[in-house]
Each structure stands twice: as C-alpha cells, then as structure tokens.
C-alpha cells in the first residue's frame, strides 16, 4: 500500500502573508460514523477511515497510518476496490489513489449515501432512490435503475452475492428486499421481509445465505436461493450496524449496534457465545474479522477503532491494539513539559488524554483503573464509573518521578483528583476540604485548579469564593487563602515561579494575591469587570485576566497595578496563552476569531478568522505551535508559527483599531487536516517530525533563496561540504590512530591455497597492477602487443595521479575538479600524497598545492574540508617552507585570504553571541 501523496503540502493560511500561525496538522482523528472498510493486499491488511473530509489507511498489523486522502468536503460513504479508493461527497463521487484524485463518476443528482464495489464495478445509491453502475477501469456509466418507488421500496443497503454473477441484493427502508441482475437490468425476485427496515447485509462463509440485520435488533440468516430463513438472532440495545463472519474455519458471527455491544454467536450451536458490553463509546459502525485470522477490526461512531483477538480459554474477545481519540470535543488542552512534544487534553468524555506531537502512535489515555471490570460487576456502563467532565486541570513536570503530578477538578464535584503521567494513570490522592471547612461553605463545587512551581503544592479554587491549598504528595490539606478568599466564585488561580505567592481572580472584580505559606492577602486590585479567566507568565510575573466585557487586562504581579488592556473581541473571551519570552499574548473566543497581541507594543498584530469557535488554546514552549480545540470538533489542531521558518510582515495596530487588524481579509482559515509526520513511522514526503513544517515552501513569501552551488556563490556564503566527519576530521591525528590500531600480536601465515586453485594472477586476469609492458589496456592499444615482454619506460612517469590532477588543475585553473577527486580519497591516503608532494623545480608542487588552498578559501566552499587539508599541509611542509624564502610570497597570500575569511566568520559569531547574550538577559 503507497502513501506517496499522504502528507499533501499545508494549507495555505486564508488570512494573506500577515498571518503568523498557518494551518499544519490534526491531532487525535481516527474516524467516524462513516463506514470503514477493510481490504487484504497479499499478507497484509489495510482499514480504511473517513474523518470527515479526509480517509485514513492503517495498516493492522500495528495501527500506524500510512496514507492520507484529502477530500474537498465531508465524506458521506466510501468503498475500496483494488487500488482505489472511491470517496462520495454528496452527489459529488471521486476515485482516489495512493491520496491523489484520478477521476470522478459523474451524473448524481443528488447526495449518495452508499457505495458497493465488485470486481469491476462500482454501484452508488443516492438520497433520491436511484442505483447507479460505473465500470471502475473507464469510469463510464454502465446502468441506471430509477423505476423503484421510494415509498415501497427506499434502498437501505446492498451487498454482492457469492458467486452470482452481475447481481446485487438490495435491502430497503420497508424490510422487503430485491435481487437484481444489473447487466440485464431486471429484477429477479422479491423477499418480502420481516416488517422492519433493512440495517446492514453480508454475505455468509456459505454460498447463498445472507445475513439480514434489521432496525429492531433481529439478525435473520436466510438462504436467498430458497427463500428460506436458516437461523434467527436477537441483540439487544438498538438497530444492528455490522455483521461478520469468522473465515479461520470458527463457526461464529460478530454482530453490532447502536449501543455499542458486540455480540458473538455460535452458528452451530445457534446461541450467543460471548458478548462485549461497550466495545466502543457509542454506536458500532464496522465488524470485520480479517481473512483467514481469529482477529477482528471494529470502529466506532465516536472516534474508536480497535483490533480484537480470540486467545483466551472461553474463546472470548480481547482489545489486541487500539487507536483511540476524544469522543466529546476537548475543554482544556495544555502543553507539557519545556520540550513541546506533548499535549495534555480533557474532554467531556470524562478522559484525559496526552497527545504526542510528532508520534500518534504515542498519544494515550491516562488510565482510571479497571473500568470495564467493575462495570461489568455492577451492572452498569462503563463510562458511569469513570470520573466526571474535567472542568480544569494542572500539570508540573518537576516532581513526575517522585508522585503524582497531575490535579483536576471535575463537573459538579467537591474533590480535586491527582494523575501521575509518568505511569498514565489516576493517582491515588483526592483532595477534600476538612468537614470543619465544608460546613462554612455554600457551595463547595471545585472550579479552577493550579499547581505549585515545585510540584509540591496544588491551589484550588471554589465555587464559594475559598481557595485552599493541598500537598501533592499525601493529598492533604494545609491552609486557605484568606478565611474566604473572594465574595463570589473564584474563576482563576495562578502560582509563581519562586513559590513564594498565589494569585487568584474572581466574579467579584477582584485579583488578589496571597502568600503561599501562610494564606495572607497581600495586594488586591479591582477591575472593571468581572473576571472569568487569568494567565501567569511566570518568568516576568505577568498576569493577563479575561473579563465579562471581553477585554484583556494584564497585571503587573510586582507592581499590583495594571499595565496593558487590550480590546477587540465581540464575544467571550475563551482562552488565553502566553509566547515563552512574553512578547505575544494570544486569546480565542466566541467571535470566531484568534488574536496575537503584541505585549510590548499593546496592539493586535494578527486575527485568525476560524469556521467554528475556539474553546482551548495552548502554545508550545518552543513557539514552533500553537495548538486549538474547537466546538463539536473531537480533534487537536496544530497551526504552525510561520515567523520560525519564513518571513512575516508584522506591522503593530493601533489598540483602538485593532478589531480591524490587517492581517483579517475576511476570510475564514480552514481547520488544520491530516499529516504523516511520526517521528516513528516512515513520511510519504521524506520529511519526518517537526522539521516538516519549517520545510514547508511559503507560496507568499517573496524573497528566493540561492538553491544551486553558482547561486551560494554570488551570495558570498560560506558553505561546507556534505562530506561525512571521518573522512577529513581525523587527517591531523592520524598517526596516533595507526598507533592505536596497531596490532598486539604478529601476523599469521594464511594457510596454503589448495593445489587445485590458480597460484598466478596472470591466468585470472585480473588487471590489478599497473602494465608496464606495452599498451595493453590503454585506450587505441593494439591487442597483439598485450603481451610484450618489453619494458615501457614511459609507464614509469614521477608524477602519481594525485600530482598529474594537480598539475592539470594548476594549468587550467579549475580546482573543483581536484577537489571532488580529493573528497573521494580515504585520509592515509591524502596523508601520502601530502607527504609524497616533491620539492623538486623550485617547490613547484608545493606552490600548484597553496594555489589550491587560497582558490578554494576564495570560492567560500567546503570551508571545513579546505581548513582540514591546510592543517595537515603546514603539518607536513610547514618547517619546509618557512626555510625557503622563494615561498614566502606564496605563504603571506595564503595567509592573507585565510585571514579575511575567519575574519567574516568571527563577526558573524560574534552578532550570534551577543543576541543570545542579550535575549538571556531580557527574559
């Protein structure tokens, strides 16, 4: 299976060259409602997916993506035959291969919301009752069937028969079913049903039996040659989604539902063997067990897909390997850690997942303990056990090897619950306030939380106005903030980088600060609004708080006074996220939009229009992302900072003007889609992790960029050469290689050849020595004379090859040459030539060999390997030529470009050190 186009370039930012932060890649998309389906290609087996407007192809052997197919708008169905991929987007039906789009199917009039492909033949349905036939190879239409009256017969589903040829069953909204021979477009026979609709149809492991699933949960096994129905199944929980069929010589049937149950059934024995209760969040879309294997492939409606194997003593289903999002769009997603390699993500599915960045295969969910387990002894589903909605939650990386490190706060819940990541899963410690303390409180819900910047201490925040103060490590409490903290519900708590204070910010206008140790007030500062959101920059003690009037006001800690206010957005303020250095602050709200705030300038630098709103925002440490979450959207979208790798023209607004930034053309950016960038999985487009993004071409950007050798040249660059470290490096200590390398014991006589082989080399003819008897092997040689005895005392030329390149070189000026043929030489053998160089004729060798040098210094290229050569040449001949004056010319100009050259490099260094210098002291 070819993924050759499956990472496609990025989208191109709608918002023009202004826009910082473009479109990069989807995080945490698996698939959907949309029917998967799953081929065999040899040995392997390949599940396709939809994700809304683009397909997936996993590889089950590991569950890793290996393709991407883009579509221009959400998919309603898709089917997979041979090489292709054929993808229905309304009534627009496409053919796809290897994620590129080679044709289409035209002629619907309107959305299709099935599509059966057979050997050559493609069969769509659409909205409007009309069966369609394409001839796959030439994409031609083959067969209309339009007579069928919707309101006898609306076609549900279809599927091909086992050995009968050029027919389709079709299954209706009314229960009945068709045979239809579609070369001859009549119809063959009529089943009249079971008096509910017709859910799904599979062919059987047996020639001319079907299984029928219908709405009420009733799965008929019926032989359509005789009209005759086998066996009767009933599932509980909903209309049947799937059916499939063990072909390992196992008689069991998987079935499916909306309830998300799978149920295995005996076919001998016609009884349930095994049912898996809440196999996936919600309802099941595919069951398909792979060819000729005890495994089966099921996905989920809500962004599940798992593989099940049958290993275990009872024959029941195991999850073998899993791939698994969010089923609920996610409400806080924070970075962790300084490296930006992972994502924390809480969401209203009651999990809390990590997110790799650059490695899907690594995402996972932190575990709640042994849930089906116990839902399983209860009675009741699994997703009832699990904690409540995380409302807002903490992470500090300082003390994950020690405990638990994680603190989150849940939907109507008076405790605050501690993870530890390090062992992906709920920690032990619930934080609960003293009953003495909870009798004084109104309400004692749990609204914000934060963590202390030695991981030791977690702040959290009530809905009474308390805040208190726990232990980490023993999850026990220490202290409020105050007897009450705030008169009104505290919204936001930060801590600071020394440990030293806590700040809270409330719905009673207030932003407080209080002593950690003790819970003394401090400070408080009144604001205009009230408060619904802060953010600590800790480094610069910077607080920025969101307020009812949508504003963003940002406190100076130190100062207690406020030193920025930024206005803009027309609906509530969402999210908020400092840049590492503090320079940019960013904010997302219900308008739509995404600003970048200029901190130091107060003005809005750039609006990001976005189709549906953002509800959490977080940038990377690293500035390299900015990571969303949006409404009704399950996924963790990636913009890539465009300032990184290109340029941005940012031209600061005006803070009255900034609702009418210029980065806004008016147009919405589209969400980010799919990439293969796993830092573990191969990348369709040869560029791996996050270097994928900043090797992205910027299509505005209008500056070029020197791309050939010649270019570099007129540039004045310093390039070096691509040539390997070993092969120039070690010329200046050679020596004490040879003498490490030198062998301990004597060497050992080979052992004799047997008799039956050729001793000499002449009878092999194997040219390895240098013919110094007549012209044999030269080119325009007389054959006749390959063989002469003679001596030719013209083969016994002074000059080696290395000094005849030299020479050539010298006279015709062009030293490129040399130096490729020099690159290819291994260092002890450079090292003989350096040291084979004659002083004969006026040192004339060793002048061609310091014209060489400066030729080279003055083109600016393989800078490391020309430094590396003039080393081992003054090593060698440097007593030499500081004893023969006739040199001396040659040496002071050698020196003389060597010297403009570092000079150059010295300068640049220098800028380099300076500004890091300088950033170092700023933050």
């Known amino acids: 299976m070819s993924s050759a186009s499956a990472s496609t370039a990025l989208p191109k930012s709608s918002a023009g060259n202004r826009a910082i932060f473009e479109p990069y890649r989807a995080l945490g998309l698996i698939c959907n409602h949309v029917r998967s389906v799953v081929q065999t290609r040899g040995n392997d087996h390949f599940v396709t997916t939809c994700v809304g407007d683009a397909y997936h192809v996993y590889n089950c052997a590991k569950l890793n993506l290996v393709a ?8 309603d169905t898709i089917a997979v035959q041979k090489h292709d991929t054929i993808v229905a987007c309304g009534p627009d039906v496409s053919v796809w291969r290897r994620g590129k789009r080679i044709g289409d199917l035209p002629g619907h009039d309107a959305g299709v919301h099935t599509i059966l492909a057979f050997g050559n033949i493609i ?45 389709v069953l079709l299954g209706s909204r009314q229960g009945r079913l068709q045979l239809w021979n579609i070369n001859s477009k009549k119809m063959i026979y009529e089943f009249p049903g079971w008096k509910s609709p017709v859910t799904y149809l599979e062919q059987s492991t047996v020639v001319d039996v079907v299984a029928i699933g219908l709405e009420d949960g009733h799965i008929i096994i019926h032989n359509i040659k005789q009209d005759k129905t086998v066996m009767k199944f009933f599932q509980d929980g909903g209309p049947v989604t799937g059916i499939s069929f063990r072909t390992d010589g196992h008689p069991i049937m998987a079935s499916g539902n909306t309830a998300g149950t799978i149920a295995f059934w005996n076919l001998e024995e016609k009884n ?68 930006g390699r992972n994502i924390l993500s809480a969401s209203q599915d009651r999990s809390l997942r990590c997110f790799n960045v650059f490695s899907d295969a690594r995402s996972h969910e932190l575990s709640q303990g042994s849930v089906v387990k116990r839902s399983k002894k209860l009675g009741i589903r699994a997703e009832q056990i699990k904690c409540s909605a995380v409302v807002d939650f903490a992470a500090e990386e300082v003390r994950e090897r020690e405990w638990d490190n994680i603190v989150s706060v849940h939907m109507s819940g008076t405790r605050a619950r501690t993870w530890r990541l390090e062992h992906k899963r709920l920690g032990t410690n619930r934080l609960t306030l003293p009953e003495n303390v909870v009798s004084t409180m109104a309400a004692v819900s749990a609204k914000c939380v934060a963590t202390s910047a030695c991981g030791n201490f977690a702040i959290v925040g009530y809905g009474s106005g308390h805040a208190a103060k ?11 903030m105050g007897t009450r903290a705030h008169a009104k519900a505290v919204r936001g708590i930060a801590c600071d980088a020394l440990n030293r204070h806590v700040i809270t910010v409330s719905l ?41 009037d949508f504003t963003l006001r940002v406190v100076d800690v130190e100062g207690a006074k406020v030193v920025r206010v930024f206005s803009g957005h027309e609906n509530r303020v969402t999210d908020m996220a400092w840049s590492a250095d503090a320079h940019w602050l960013l904010s997302s709200a219900m308008d739509l939009t995404i600003r970048v705030w200029d901190v130091p300038t107060s003005c809005c630098i750039s609006r990001i229009s976005v189709p ?87 299509e505005d950007a209008t500056h070029e960029e020197p791309t050939t050798q010649e270019d570099y040249e007129h540039t004045g660059h310093i390039t070096l050469s691509a040539l390997p470290t070993a092969r120039w490096a070690t010329l200046s200590d050679l020596a004490a290689i040879k003498q490490r390398n030198k062998p301990i014991e004597p060497p050992k006589a080979p052992r ?52 005849q390149r030299l020479t050539r070189a010298a006279e015709t000026g062009n030293y490129m040459e040399f130096m490729d043929y020099m690159k290819s030489l291994a260092p002890s053998t450079i090292d003989l030539e350096m040291r084979s160089l004659s002083l004969l004729d006026d040192c004339v060798q060793l002048r061609r060999f310091l014209e060489f040098l400066r030729a080279m210094l003055e083109r600016k290229q393989d ?57 170092k002291g700023t933050v």
Not at 69 to 75: P, V
Not at 513 to 541: I, N, Q
């Open 68 to 75: 991407v197919g883009l579509a221009h708008d959400q998919i």
């Open 123 to 167: 069969c769509t349905v659409t909205d409007s009752n009309i069966l369609r036939v394409f001839d796959l190879n030439t994409r031609d239409l083959y067969l209309t069937l339009e007579d069928l009256n919707g309101e006898y017969f609306q076609i549900s589903t279809l599927v091909h028969p086992s050995t009968y040829l050029n027919k």
């Open 272 to 339: 349930i063997d095994s049912v898996v209760h809440d196999a996936h969040n919600g309802a099941v879309s595919t069951l398909t067990f792979l060819t000729s294997q005890a495994q089966l492939v099921s996905t989920g409606a809500r962004n599940s897909m798992k593989i099940w194997t049958f290993d275990q003593t009872d024959n029941g289903a195991r999850v073998l390997r899993s791939r698994e999002g969010h089923s609920a769009p996610p409400s806080k997603i924070r970075y962790y850690g300084d490296d």
């Open 470 to 480: 726990f232990n980490m490590q023993s999850g026990q409490f220490r202290c409020l």
């Open 508 to 548: 009673d206008r207030h932003v407080k600060l209080w002593l950690m140790a003790t819970g003394k007030l401090v400070w408080k500062v009144d604001l205009p609004a009230p408060l619904v959101l802060c953010e600590l920059h800790r480094e610069s003690a910077l607080l920025a708080t969101a307020g009812d």
């Open 612 to 698: 549906t709103a953002v509800i959490s925002l977080t940038l990377s440490p690293t500035l390299d992302f900015l990571a969303t979450s949006h409404v009704g959207s399950v996924g963790v979208y990636l913009w890539a900072n465009r300032s990184l790798y290109s340029e941005v023209s940012i031209k600061p607004e005006t803070a009255t003007s900034a609702d009418t930034s210029a980065d806004d053309t008016g147009t919405v950016a589209s969400l980010p889609r799919t990439r293969i960038v796993n830092a573990d999985e191969p990348s369709t487009t040869g560029v791996t992790s996050a270097t994928a993004a900043f090797h992205h071409v910027d």
């Open 752 to 803: 004799a050849a047997p008799f039956f082989l050729t001793a000499t080399q002449h009878e092999s003819g194997s040219g390895g020595s240098t013919d110094l008897f007549g012209n044999g092997g030269l080119p325009g040689s007389d054959a006749t004379n390959s063989t002469s005895h003679v001596l030719n005392f013209g083969k016994l030329g002074t000059l080696s090859p290395f000094q």
């Open 863 to 919: 800078f490391e390997v020309t430094q590396s050569y003039l080393h081992l040449f003054l090593k060698v001949h440097g007593d030499t030529c500081g004893a023969m004056p006739h040199l001396s010319d040659d040496i002071q100009a050698t020196l003389d470009q060597q010297e403009e050259c570092w000079l150059r490099l010295e300068g640049l260094f220098q800028h380099s050190l300076c500004a890091v210098n300088f950033f």
